[in-house]
């Protein structure tokens, strides 16, 4: 009995992974609120001191199979900027992330009525070149992007004219630089190609499982602010619900909803994990039993 | 009481002046340089100056001005106020050296200079361009931004450099609510450098990591012995191969997710295919049967002529199969979904899952686990490590991804590139305790450790920026 | 044949290596257009990679097709569905919605079918993430005590209701314990980035001395072959 549950079939795990991630979502709840982190609040606290009309940078560099986790903070951060009347230039180093992209622009626009296209924001699109696309922003900004996604000049964008009339040229010249990346390309590049060369003010959100690996740029003060997953995500809607209240449609998005779930399916985990080793003891204790009769 | 009407008088005269003081207008900054910023593409002039006596007292704020002649008139290009904008805040183009503190400094693009009525056809194009600018394709159709505006537009970038490139004139402003007084001109020019001074400390270290590489590669090749501790991992290459062997099944062998060239990490690939070459000339010897899914159409290739070559080398030329290296897909979960499908179908006997990999590590070693591959996993990526941990009989950290080539071959070139690196590591673990004592012990005491701080400012210089 | 096969690539990636590494070190106008043109031809580069993945897909799997090999069937769904995405992205001009902000039939793929399918695998990380914890955390060892516990303590700190109820414990215990957000900060950007630390270096080596042999030639193998 020990022995087949040490090797238990694990279509059995899957099934209760499947059931507690399903059964929050089905039944959302709201258990406890998440605890805000201080690299949450970097990019927060940036977005909010920044004055109405500086030009952000954001590059949306994923595709739909971390949409899920990085979505969430997407939104909260983009609902942010624009509630705060700033201006955004979007852009994605990745293929797949050029559809999803026009998705959340969409949804924003729709949200923000007011916004104009090319003025409070606008979509740079694709760009292949991954890290070298990045390096060559910090020199020059039209030759990395000539054309926007629709296949208008990128010179003659309104976007890129500060409110002091003087040209974005290059990545130095936006007021925030901001990457939420599932890998490369994505945040690390930005850091040593985009923050290092060029010294702009950078933040970013990445995957749960890669957030160890940008904290020491975090630490290093090469980036303000980090997100992290879906509580990363949770954590800016609630600064953004605190602040803003109604004011911000929608300032409790998925992330929020999210959170719940992993909670369930982390204590899941931790539950199968004591099993295991409770199995695993009570095995090594008989067959110790055994072998101390036999002898 | 004469005497004491005297002293009065003699106490007011004294103490008029002073009195009188905070309404004359500020002295003229002292000390006042412009030279080429050192460190720079040729795009500023530093312009350095001592602080006038009680700058924080009388709140003065200094204007730095510029103009294209010694005589004016000046136009305002930064303004610094009191206690701010000092040298040693930007040691990345001055590191951190004594004589830079206590030294205002300002860094000024000369293209402010550009005459105002350029500048304000400048701003009219920006209007023009902030009104007309609507999606509708070429922007020379834009309404309101005539082909005069468009060619100014265009050759401001052109002009700026050659304004940066001429001599301009500087002056240091020192201003209150009182009045101001502004140094003598300087004269300076921006231009590029030939040699960036903070970069130095990199230079060394680069030079030393490539000396010691190239010379234990010299002492390697004239045959010294070179000790390599075990690697777990690779000495269970053999038992892998002759468990594949002996069950009839596949041994499968993964080089990452990444090209040749798709970014930093890139180099983890490389490292990969050449463990590769040393493995396919056993799995030939053997007579295994080898399968290597690619993600990336030139690793793919590359892959088939080096697998082709080792089977050659082990006298196996009859066994190779031009299906060994199959090019699956570049995006990353229809490889995965591919790959764990095939693991699933053939049911390896070993799987080795040696480069660079994301979220599709877990997906592909826990597939293996479950037909029951050995599996060894080896990769730099060290967010990923944890999975393989969890999912492979053996995992190589980081490094020793690099070490596998030379350990699978004990060629010359790679046992002395290991020994150098092994210097290279020395050195820095060396630097980081030294550095970490030298800091703690300027924080703690730096009167007695203050000369300290020169080593860790050398290292620290070039991560200023 | 060997000139184009050996000589001229291993000129080309000492040039441009020691180009790059010098223009590394050489702050101003010319060297600064010079990596500035190396990285465009870089980036040139890494699009044609795009085209050359989707042709030798096609050229592999149309192979398939003609010689009717074993799971020809498949080759013909991915070479279908290579066509289909073309056609409708072609047929769309590149377009997910139309002006009236409708999806159009290229968004309808992307949304209907991409998205789901790559979610899909995505999300099975959650399953496999759950089984091999099952499996691997076990108390075998001193070190996979740590690692048990480490994971243990860092998935309760991390969901919101072990924050939670750790908090409770912490004000139960008049704040005598430290509090959560202090042990899986402790953990997450001292113990953990300090190991990763460690790690980059090694790594960053290893690079640097595959980088260099690559640069000075002494490494071949990435040109297919040893020799």
Redesign the interface.
């Known amino acids: 009995m020990l022995d087949r549950l040490l090797k238990?079939d694990?279509r059995w795990?899957?099934l209760?992974?499947?059931v507690a991630?399903a059964l929050p979502l089905i039944f959302p709840f709201s258990?406890?609120?998440?605890?805000v982190?201080d690299p949450t609040r970097g990019i927060f606290d940036t977005i909010d001191t920044l004055p109405a009309g500086s030009v952000i940078l954001f590059s949306n560099d994923y595709?739909?199979?971390?949409?899920?986790e990085l979505r969430p903070m997407t939104l909260a951060i983009l609902r942010h900027a624009f509630h705060r009347k700033q201006r955004v230039v979007v852009m994605t180093l990745w293929?797949?992330g050029l559809?999803?992209t026009?998705?959340i622009l969409?949804q924003m626009t729709?949200e923000f009525p007011h916004l104009r296209?090319?003025?409070d924001w606008a979509f740079l699109g694709y760009?292949?070149?991954?890290?070298?696309?990045i390096?060559?922003m910090v020199?020059?900004l039209t030759?990395?992007y000539p054309k926007?996604r629709?296949?208008?000049?990128t010179?003659?964008?309104?976007?890129l004219?500060k409110a002091d009339?003087?040209?974005i040229?290059s990545l130095k010249d936006f007021a925030y630089v901001v990457s939420i990346s599932?890998?490369?390309?994505g945040l690390e590049?930005w850091v040593?190609y985009g923050q290092?060369e060029s010294?702009c003010l950078l933040g970013g959100g990445s995957?749960?499982?890669?957030?160890?690996?940008y904290?020491?740029y975090f630490?290093?003060k090469q980036m303000n602010g980090l997100l992290g997953g879906l509580?990363g995500g949770?954590e800016y809607e609630r600064l953004l619900k605190d602040k803003y209240g109604t004011e911000v449609k929608n300032a409790e998005g998925k992330g929020s909803v999210g959170?719940?779930v992993?909670?369930?399916?982390?204590?899941?985990?931790?539950a199968?994990?004591?099993?295991?080793?409770v199995i695993?003891?009570a095995s090594k204790l008989r067959t110790a039993a055994s072998t101390g009769a036999e002898r | 009481m004469t005497v004491r009407r005297l002293c009065l008088l003699a106490l007011c005269l004294v103490a008029l002046p002073s009195r009188s003081l905070p309404q004359s207008p500020p002295p003229a900054p002292a000390g006042v340089a412009a030279f080429d910023t050192p460190n720079d593409k040729g795009e500023s002039v530093s312009v350095t100056w001592n602080p006038v006596a009680g700058e924080k007292e009388n709140s003065v704020v200094y204007e730095v001005r510029i103009s294209d002649r010694a005589e004016g008139p000046f136009t305002k290009a930064a303004e610094v106020k009191a206690g701010e904008g000092w040298k040693d805040e930007a040691p990345d183009l001055f590191w951190y050296f004594d004589s830079n503190k206590g030294v205002h400094h300002a860094r000024i693009d000369p293209s402010e200079a550009l005459p105002p009525t350029e500048k304000a056809k400048l701003q009219k194009v920006n209007e023009a361009i902030k009104e007309a600018g609507r999606p509708g394709g070429d922007a020379s159709l834009i309404p309101g931004l005539n082909q005069e505006q468009r060619e100014l537009e265009e050759s401001i970038g052109q002009e700026n450099r050659q304004i940066r490139g001429r001599a301009h004139y500087y002056q240091i402003v020192a201003k209150t609510k009182d009045g101001e007084a502004a140094s003598p001109p300087v004269a300076a020019t921006a231009g590029g450098n030939y040699f960036n001074t903070v970069k130095t400390p990199h230079l060394l270290l680069t030079l030393f990591l490539c000396g010691g590489i190239i010379g234990f590669i010299i002492v390697a090749r004239r045959g010294k012995e070179l000790f390599l501790r075990k690697i777990p991992g690779l000495a269970a290459l053999d038992e892998a191969i002759g468990r594949a062997t002996e069950m009839g099944k596949p041994l499968y062998y993964l080089t990452g997710r990444l090209g040749l060239s798709d970014n930093e990490k890139s180099v983890s690939t490389i490292a990969a295919m050449i463990v590769l070459g040393k493995v396919a000339e056993r799995v030939a010897t053997y007579d295994c049967a080898l399968k290597v899914p690619h993600t990336d159409p030139v690793v793919a290739g590359v892959c088939q002529e080096m697998t082709r070559e080792s089977y050659i080398r082990a006298g196996r030329p009859d066994a190779f199969k031009e299906d060994i290296n199959p090019y699956i897909s570049t995006d990353q979960f229809s490889y995965t979904a591919a790959v764990t499908a095939m693991i699933s179908r053939e049911k390896p006997a070993a799987i080795m899952y040696f480069g660079y990999y994301y979220a599709e590590s877990l997906l592909l070693a826990e597939t293996g686990n479950s037909v029951g591959a050995i599996q060894v996993g080896a990769t730099d990526a060290d967010h990923q490590l944890p999975f393989f941990f969890a999912a492979c009989d053996y995992t190589l950290i980081g490094e020793e991804l690099y070490a596998a080539a030379a350990y699978v071959s004990r060629e010359p070139i790679l046992l002395g590139t290991l020994r150098g690196q092994d210097l290279g590591k020395g050195f820095l673990i060396l630097v980081a305790i030294v550095g970490a004592l030298s800091a703690t012990a300027v924080a703690l005491g730096p009167e007695t450790f203050g000369p300290l701080h020169y080593f860790v400012d050398f290292f620290k210089t070039p991560f200023a920026g | 044949m060997l000139f184009l096969k050996r000589q001229l690539p291993l000129f080309l990636t000492f040039l441009f290596g020691m180009t790059v590494m010098v223009c590394y070190y050489v702050p101003n106008r010319a060297s600064d257009e010079v990596s500035g043109e190396i990285l465009k031809w870089l980036e040139v580069m890494l699009a044609v990679a795009l085209i050359l993945g989707a042709t030798v897909l096609v050229v592999v799997h149309g192979e398939q097709i003609l010689k009717q090999k074993a799971g020809w069937a498949y080759s013909l769904i991915v070479i279908g569905s290579i066509l289909a995405g073309v056609a409708l992205g072609l047929w769309e001009n590149g377009k997910e919605y139309t002006e009236e902000a409708e999806l159009t039939s290229f968004g309808w793929f992307y949304f209907y079918l991409y998205i789901p399918l790559n979610a899909t695998m995505f999300a099975l990380l959650a399953f496999f993430i759950a089984s091999a914890a099952f499996r691997a955390f076990r108390a075998r060892t001193l070190a996979a005590f740590c690692l048990l516990a480490t994971a243990i303590i860092i998935l309760f700190g991390q969901a919101p209701l072990g924050a939670w109820l750790w908090e409770k414990l912490y004000h139960a215990t008049g704040d005598r314990i430290p509090t959560m957000a202090d042990i899986t900060g402790f953990m997450q950007q001292v113990l953990v980035v300090a190991g990763k630390r460690g790690i980059l270096i090694g790594v960053s080596l290893g690079v640097i001395a595959t980088s260099l042999r690559v640069i000075i030639g002494l490494e071949r193998g990435y040109l297919g072959g040893d020799k």
Do not use: W
């Open positions: 238990l694990r795990i899957f209760c992974i499947a991630t258990l406890v609120r998440v605890e982190t595709d739909p199979g971390s949409a899920a293929p797949g559809a999803l026009q998705d969409q729709v296209k090319n003025e760009n292949a070149g991954q890290q070298a696309a390096a060559n020199r020059n030759e990395t926007d629709d296949g208008m000049d010179a003659s964008l309104p976007i004219v009339g003087r040209k040229e599932a890998g490369d390309p590049q040593i290092g010294g995957t749960a499982v890669s957030i160890t690996q904290l020491s630490q290093a509580r949770a959170v719940q992993l909670s369930v399916d982390h204590f899941l985990i931790i199968f994990i004591l099993f295991s080793n695993y003891f």
